[in-house]
């Protein structure tokens, strides 16, 4: 069962990483140049308020060293890349382990 809640939740992830970066490929078309758009610029659009109170709790909560490096890096990068690389790591929590097959040698 929790396999499951963590394969829907790649799932999920892997929805939303390929929404971002559908957005980014059309705005890149439309610029004729590269556009990466920001986790952090994504997340204000959608709810600032949750962005605000994130880094408000984030910077409370984690010490300076954690916060400043870790947060920021994944905030300033492009959200489709956060969103795979959250999506796999949720499936390779999720994924079914392989049985291991017994093989009996051949007696001669």
Known sequence: MIRFVFRLAALVALAVAVVLAVIDATRSI?????????????????AP?????????GAAYLPGVLWDPAATA?????????FAGLALLL?????????RR???AARR
């Open 30 to 46: 439309a610029a004729s140049a590269w556009v990466l758009t920001p986790l952090a610029e994504s997340w204000a659009a959608v």
């Open 49 to 57: 308020d949750s962005l605000d109170l994130a880094r408000a709790r």
């Open 74 to 82: 994944v905030l300033a990068a492009p959200g489709f890349v956060v």
């Open 91 to 99: 499936y390779a929590v999720g994924r079914r382990p392989e049985r």
């Open 102 to 104: 017994r093989r009996i």
